[in-house]
Nanobody, 117 residues
Framework: QVQLVESGGGLVQPGGSLRLSCAAS????????MSWYRQAPEKERELVAR????????NYADSVKGRFTISRDNAKNTVYLQMNSLKPDDTAVYYC??????????WGLGTQVTVSS
């Protein structure tokens, strides 16, 4: 059974940091590019970051560039999102997904990130 389980979300103050993890199982993790999306209330779902299968290539939304870092550990079947200098606008549910030929294929259930004083 394919599973993507996000963890690491929570409440953090503006300027703080948080590291999200996504543990994958049920498929060959290393053959899939991975990405993080986020969804804030009444806002369009946003592609936050993408990482290639081997981790050599990454892409970021302009809104997070320079603050967020996506990485992966294929030996652990895990993808990470390091979030620094967090802003209230970063508040959202964050989802990881596995990508196949540029399209999302598998989705996690999400983890809530709230940036507030």
């Amino acid at each position: 059974q394919v599973q993507l389980v996000e963890s690491g979300g929570g409440l953090v103050q503006p300027g703080g940091s948080l590291r999200l993890s996504c543990a994958a199982s049920g498929f060959t993790f290393s053959t899939y590019a991975m990405s993080w999306y986020r969804q804030a209330p009444e806002k369009e779902r946003e592609l936050v970051a993408r990482i290639s299968r081997a981790g050599g290539n990454t892409n970021y939304a302009d809104s997070v560039k320079g603050r967020f870092t996506i990485s992966r550990d294929n030996a652990k079947n895990t993808v990470y999102l390091q979030m620094n200098s967090l802003k209230p606008d970063d508040t959202a549910v964050y989802y990881c997904n596995a990508r196949d030929w540029g399209r999302p294929k598998y989705w996690g259930l999400g983890t809530q990130v709230t940036v507030s004083s």
